[in-house]
């Protein structure tokens, strides 16, 4: 069976996905989604990004990528290297934050879901748009937001 993994992020039309450790907007119907997208899944992240979580998600797997091989949290797996957490993680995997993992991973990434937020936002952590690699199959305009999803194109 071969590695499905996405990418999960909202981003503002800055480019901002973060302030503080958390994220900048209060969207419900992007928690909804977020949850629709990583139940059932592993989710691999940061750190910092499991820090800003109010808790374990119920559901879901939880691999934090962190560089200190010491850090543990009950119900937490931990990798020190991508690899190893993709080897935690098996073969239905989403990423979740923060920049740098995504970036990490962004390589391999077989399918990309952005919620754009409109508007500019004050923010510590940006990501880049995604780039001509990926191409839109899908997108639910909302009020203030749009669900977007894109594919890797072919090589």
Do not use: C, N
Not at 59 to 75: E, K, S, Y
Not at 124 to 130: E, I, K, Q, S
């Amino acid at each position: 069976m071969s590695r499905d993994l996405v990418i999960i992020v909202a981003r503002a039309s800055d480019g901002t996905i973060g302030h503080g450790g958390q994220l900048p907007w209060h969207l419900p119907a992007d928690l909804r989604q977020f949850k629709a997208l990583t139940m059932g899944k592993a989710m691999i992240m940061g750190r910092k990004t499991f820090d800003s979580l109010p808790g374990l998600l119920p559901g879901r797997r939880h691999v934090v990528l962190t560089r200190d091989a010491a850090w543990q949290r009950p119900g937490v797996e931990t990798a020190t290297t991508p690899e190893a957490a993709l080897a935690l993680a098996g073969d239905d995997v989403a990423v979740i934050g923060g920049a740098e993992v995504i970036a990490l991973f962004e390589p391999i990434a077989t399918r990309y879901e952005l919620t754009e937020v409109e508007g500019d936002y004050a923010g510590d952590t940006r990501l880049p748009a995604p780039g001509t690699q990926w191409r839109e199959i899908a997108r639910e305009p909302h009020a203030g937001f749009a669900f977007v999803s894109f594919e890797r194109m072919p090589s």
